[in-house]
């Protein structure tokens, strides 16, 4: 009916305190709650970026690699 539909779309503007609707806003964080680094962009090691993307090129699922310290540095 007429009057439900009407009555739907004004209940429905009163319960968003009159303020339009907006999608979340979606971002990436590189730092869990307590601020330990949880990831990093590739970008920075360039070496390290071509190894990795051949790796998960092989289109395995369970793939290894082992990074020794100093192996890849980024230059500043």
Known sequence: MFIEEVTRYFMNFLE???????????????????????????????VFQRKFTRLISRQQTDFQTEIKRGQYTATI
């Open 16 to 46: 968003t305190d009159f303020r339009k609707r907006r999608i979340p806003k979606r971002s990436l964080s590189f730092k869990d709650r307590r601020g330990n680094l949880t990831a990093f962009r590739l970008e920075k090691y360039p």
